[in-house]
Nanobody, 125 residues
Framework: QVQLVESGGGLVQAGGSLRLSCAAS????????MGWFRQAPGKEREFVAA????????NYADFVKGRFTISRDNAKNTVYLQMNSLKPEDTGVYYC??????????????????WGQGTRVTVSS
């Protein structure tokens, strides 16, 4: 069993930045591809970003390209999401997820095996 704990959410003005962190309990963290998803009020959960087990490959949803950066530190069992130039439409609960051995459908929440409890991000206009 893998536990994921997100942190770093909060209230920020439009144009500001936040860095989310997700700490994993797995001793085999480096075997997991990791993803970030978000769910806005009244909407379905959507893909934000993903990173391969090595960190050598990253993917982003079009609406965050150039603004968000996903990274990981396997020595610390942690994945990060640096969010810059935040917009009110980025408001939502952000979840990290772990995909054991990493599959090809990195954009799909069904690909992931473990989920954190989420951290709330609110961007004011």
């Amino acid at each position: 069993q893998v536990q994921l704990v997100e942190s770093g959410g909060g209230l920020v003005q439009a144009g500001g930045s936040l860095r989310l962190s997700c700490a994993a309990s797995a001793r085999t963290f480096s075997r997991f591809a990791m993803g970030w998803f978000r769910q806005a009020p009244g909407k379905e959960r959507e893909f934000v970003a993903a990173i391969s087990w090595s960190g050598g490959s990253t993917n982003y949803a079009d609406f965050v390209k150039g603004r968000f950066t996903i990274s990981r530190d396997n020595a610390k069992n942690t994945v990060y999401l640096q969010m810059n130039s935040l917009k009110p439409e980025d408001t939502g609960v952000y979840y990290c997820a772990a995909d054991f051995l990493g599959g090809s459908r990195w954009w799909s929440d069904s690909e992931y095996d473990y989920w954190g409890q989420g951290t709330r991000v609110t961007v004011s206009s």
